[in-house]
């Protein structure tokens, strides 16, 4: 009786624990393959490479600066400047002042001169200053007049000081004017002649002539 109790006891037992569900064992890890292990890491760096790229901001397009030529001023050239050598003894004449005539009665201008102050031939000494004088009639249909009308150095010795004068006064037809130049004898010795003119309007006429001997 207590056999086929136990017997039956253990058959119960039996059937309850196979009904009961099996109890798995600890899991046991699987062996990592080397190489997959590298390919994760490479796949992970790419990812994260991406995501990052993805965050920034993208880069404005590269700008290029071309500089504007600035002006650049040509000098100017530089003028010629140009010089008249006049040798000592050298005679001047303007192509104006060529052919100078005193002119008549029926010219528009015409002069006479009637006395020369020094006289031509004059022997003055060396530097000397003196006063030339030609008393001149107006000859000619026009009147002179002072605003209008000057006297001025022609010709040959460069006696003068100055060299152009205003007549001291107007003169009508048939009337006299005296012509005075501050001159000054040369350094050398010698005979010395120089030539003035009356002029108006651009017209050159009546040469002033005045001769001296320096000793």
Not at 69 to 98: D, K, N, W
Request: net charge positive; with cysteine.
């Amino acid at each position: 009786m207590r056999r086929s109790n136990l017997l039956i006891g253990l058959a119960t037992l039996a059937l309850t624990m196979a009904c009961l569900p099996t109890v798995a064992g600890p899991a046991v890890a699987p062996s990592a393959v080397p190489s997959a292990v590298n390919t994760f890491i490479v796949q992970t760096a790419d990812a994260a490479s991406t995501q990052t790229a993805a965050a920034q901001p993208t880069a404005s397009p590269t700008q290029t600066f071309t500089s504007t030529p600035r002006f650049t001023e040509t000098a100017s050239p530089t003028p010629t400047r140009t010089f008249i050598f006049i040798l000592p003894g050298a005679t001047l004449l303007s192509p104006t002042l060529q052919g100078l005539t005193s002119g008549t009665s029926n010219s528009a201008y015409g002069c006479r001169v009637f006395n020369i102050e020094p006289p031509n031939g004059t022997v003055l000494l060396a530097r000397t200053d003196f006063i030339a004088k030609w008393s001149v009639k107006n000859i000619g249909k026009n009147d002179w007049f002072r605003a209008t009308m000057d006297y001025v150095y022609s010709s040959g010795e460069r006696l003068h000081k100055v060299a152009s004068y205003s007549i001291p006064k107007g003169a009508e037809p048939g009337k006299n004017v005296v012509l005075p130049v501050d001159m000054e004898a040369p350094k050398d010795r010698g005979t010395f002649t120089t030539t003035w003119a009356l002029v108006v309007d651009n017209h050159y006429f009546c040469p002033l002539t005045l001769t001296i001997v320096v000793q």
